[in-house]
């Protein structure tokens, strides 16, 4: 049994920065998802066990980046240039198949962290 624990979530002015933080044992391609309130939960980043390959989706690319330490269990959401609209339960998962935009393929899930974008 993998267990995921989020860390790093909070309330942040529109424009600023949030570092999420995910420690997980195993050999697991990661991914971040997030779920608004009322809304289905969605797929932001992923990331190979390797770290070679990265996955966004459109509405995050080039304010958010995934990263990993392998050595630390880690992984990471660096979130930076937040808006109102990234306001979420942000989620960490594991996976050992390689389709890491489907949520219902990712075998472990963290507990979330909440992020709140303020205006």
């Known amino acids: 049994q993998v267990q995921l624990v989020e860390s790093g979530g909070g309330l942040v002015q529109a424009g600023g920065s949030l570092r999420l933080s995910c420690a997980a044992s195993?050999?697991?391609?990661m991914g971040w998802f997030r779920q608004a309130p009322g809304k289905e939960r969605e797929f932001v980043a992923a990331?190979?066990?390797?770290?070679?390959?990265?996955y966004y989706t459109d509405p995050v690319k080039g304010r958010f980046t995934i990263s990993r330490d392998n050595a630390k269990n880690t992984v990471y959401l660096q979130m930076n240039s937040l808006k109102p609209e990234d306001t979420a339960v942000y989620y960490c998962?594991?996976?050992?198949?390689?389709?890491?935009?489907?949520?219902?393929?990712?075998?472990?899930w963290g507990q979330g962290t909440q992020v709140t974008v303020s205006s």
């Open positions: 195993g050999r697991y391609h």
């Open positions: 998962a594991a996976a050992r198949g390689i389709s890491l935009q489907i949520a219902s393929l990712y075998d472990y």
């Open positions: 990331i190979t066990w390797s770290g070679g390959t990265t």
